[in-house]
């Protein structure tokens, strides 16, 4: 069974966008540093330039993943990742209404309902490796119902006061987590955490 894990870059007080969705300061951490990073958007390459510490975290995290399960307001605001998520790799939108433009058979994206069929859809795209979750609410989902086992935060130092919460409406009782490994970097801190379970 391959293990679902949730990340996210984040402020101090806990926001993962401020207000009016802006997410320019939870990843200003992206282009704040000497060392070139390059992510595929599609068929277009995004630049990133961030510190040498942040660019050996990033380069670790795809070759963890073997699928991703995407909410459908991760999946528009990223407007299908142009087709081609960044990590390369297949993407399950969680979602009832599936857009007509994306649900062809030779369509790079897997559509499901609920969230038990489309952790079930990753398991077979994932062939053993890990699921990333993308979105707060699909993460606050599979933390509700216990299968979240991993969460990432890329800590940034900045309070924002408001905009979208990662942890909001849990509506259960405390989790307990377990350290698995703090980096410090310039402009963040890259923290994992497991779920104790």
């Known amino acids: 069974m391959s293990t679902i894990g949730a990340g996210f870059s984040m402020s101090l007080d806990g926001f993962i966008e401020g207000p009016n969705k802006d997410m320019s300061q939870v990843f200003a951490w992206m282009f704040a540093g000497p060392t070139e990073v390059t992510a595929s958007m599609g068929d277009r390459e995004l630049e990133l330039k961030m510190s040498a510490e942040s660019a050996?975290?990033?380069?670790?995290?795809?070759?963890?993943?073997?699928?991703?399960?995407?909410?459908?307001?991760?999946?528009?605001?990223?407007?299908?990742?142009?087709?081609?998520?960044?990590?390369?790799?297949?993407?399950?939108?969680?979602?009832?209404?599936?857009?007509?433009?994306?649900?062809?058979?030779?369509?790079?994206?897997?559509?499901?309902?609920?969230?038990?069929?489309?952790?079930?859809?990753?398991?077979?795209?994932?062939?053993?490796?890990?699921?990333?979750?993308?979105?707060?609410?699909?993460?606050?989902?599979?933390?509700?119902?216990?299968?979240?086992?991993?969460?990432?935060?890329?800590?940034?130092?900045v309070l924002l006061g408001e905009g979208t919460p990662f942890f909001k409406h849990l509506g259960i009782e405390p989790i307990q987590l377990e350290i698995i490994s703090v980096k410090p970097a310039p402009n963040v801190t890259h923290l994992s955490y497991r779920v104790k379970k």
């Open 56 to 157: 050996e975290h990033m380069e670790e995290l795809p070759k963890a993943f073997g699928a991703i399960i995407s909410g459908r307001g991760m999946f528009d605001a990223a407007r299908a990742w142009g087709g081609k998520h960044p990590m390369n790799v297949p993407v399950v939108v969680l979602t009832h209404n599936p857009p007509a433009e994306w649900t062809k058979p030779d369509s790079p994206f897997t559509f499901a309902n609920t969230l038990e069929d489309a952790i079930a859809k990753a398991e077979k795209l994932a062939d053993g490796k890990s699921i990333g979750v993308g979105g707060a609410d699909v993460a606050q989902q599979c933390l509700k119902v216990g299968v979240l086992d991993e969460i990432g935060i890329d800590l940034v130092p």
